[in-house]
């Protein structure tokens, strides 16, 4: 069964959420005007002006931000001001009944992993892997666009033209996964990733080859990889020895016998596609396609 996917339109107002880490006012700014140049109300919360360390704002303020957005019915979708670290302290402090009972659409990627990943797991709907805040504020044209059309519902299906793939076939199944390190660090907690059935999407930045392999060794040692469908791989920026990758994900992957394919731009690299994520999708690799089972 595949999530509820719930998207915002024209003059809807966007919540800002800063469930990780500390962020460039600046840069804050120029994407809450991205945001209204794309004809949305952006609400901002003072709760996320707060610091603690290299975190905005402790771990309640941070949650109570997530919650009262939820909770307001003005906000039709909440987007992660940025990423860094911070989200997965604060999955405990959040009122799941709440948000189960408030469906919305929540945006972001990278630390915010965690957070897409439980509210796919514990809720009735889907949410959009894609840019935070303040990756807005400098995104490229196809960037934005991706994120409008994820967003309001008009996505359309992804021909990865720079595809590699490793294994052919198509698998179907929800769409799930995101930032390998914030998934591999959720191992043993209750908010452990579950994978079974779905296409997982793995993305990471500034990790070399071995940590990628050491983070996916984990999983598959605890068992997460059992029941997957299929896989596809985003960016993987900044990260030392990429031409080891190919065999690294044929080595972890290949005994589940499910089609594989790697060049998904999206994640941290310059162009960031925003995906509809909890949702049922098809993988097919043998053509280099996602398909959004929605759009057919």
Known sequence: MT?????IKKGDTIGVAAPSARFDDQRLEKGILCLRDLGFDVHVPQGIYKKKRYLAGDDLSRAMVVNELFADPHIKGIISARGGFGAMRMLDLLDWELIRNNPKLFMGFSDATAL?????????????????LVSL??????????FYRAITGISGDI?????????PGQARGKLIGGNISTLAHLIGTRFQPDFKGGVLFLEDVGEPAYKIDRMLSQMKMANLFQGIQGIISG?????KNQDYLPQILLDIFEEYRVPMLMGL?????????S???????????TNSRLIWQANQ
């Open 275 to 285: 995906l509809a994520m909890g949702v049922e999708v098809v993988l097919d690799a």
């Open 116 to 132: 897409l990943t439980a509210i796919i797991q514990r809720t009735e709907f889907g949410v959009v892997h894609g840019p935070n």
């Open 159 to 167: 021909f990865i033209d720079q595809g590699y793939c490793l294994k």
């Open 265 to 273: 731009t999206s994640g941290h690299a310059k162009i960031n596609l």
């Open 137 to 146: 504020a400098e995104a490229e044209p196809q960037t934005l666009s991706s």
């Open 235 to 239: 960016s993987f920026e900044n990260c």
């Open 3 to 7: 999530n509820e996917f719930y998207t």
